[in-house]
């Protein structure tokens, strides 16, 4: 018996091995998520008549520091509550990374204003950001070409007003 024993516990040594192997951890990998709105009023930023945007086409975008052409495009496109996510295979540490609008279903907000397209992302592991290799996009917009009427008293009621001036 223990001359049965020794082989049976080399396999399953050999067995635990290879498993530890295939369940390795593939290297720094990113998982990039986001929402996609109408923004009905133009306000910049979400009011209660803005509405999630389901088929819209998002692109992250990576180019280097110091410009040039892009070294990674991926594409996705939001479910019905506006959302999209976007898997990333690789660190991308010396680019600026940013999830770009690329195109709306919906043609009545459709218009993408430039640097109001666009969220930044970090997509490397040696920032600090401990998120398991989740990264969140804030939020960005597609536009009306011209508000809805009613914008006006919507926008009021936030209360916008400039800072006072200080003494």
């Known amino acids: ?17 290879l498993a530890g192997v295939a369940s390795a951890d593939k290297g720094p990998g990113f998982v990039v998520t986001g929402r996609v709105y109408c923004d009905p009023c133009r306000a910049g930023f979400e009011t209660n008549v803005s509405h999630s945007v389901e088929g819209a086409t998002v692109a992250v975008d990576c180019r280097p520091f110091n410009g040039g052409e892009s070294k990674l495009k991926a594409e996705a496109t939001t479910d019905k509550l506006g959302w999209y996510k976007i898997e990333i295979d690789q660190d991308h540490q010396e680019e600026i990374c940013e999830v770009v609008l690329a195109k ?64």
């Open 1 to 17: 018996m223990p001359a049965l024993a020794t082989p049976l516990v080399a396999a399953s040594l050999l067995l635990l091995a």
């Open 104 to 167: 709306s279903p919906d043609t009545a907000c459709s218009e993408i204003e430039e640097f109001r397209d666009r969220a930044r992302v970090p997509l490397t592991s040696n920032n600090g950001i401990k998120q398991q290799g989740i990264r969140y996009a804030n939020p960005i917009a597609f536009f009306r070409k011209e508000p809805l009427k009613d914008c006006g008293g919507i926008l009021q009621a936030y209360d916008l007003r400039d800072a006072p001036e200080t003494p």
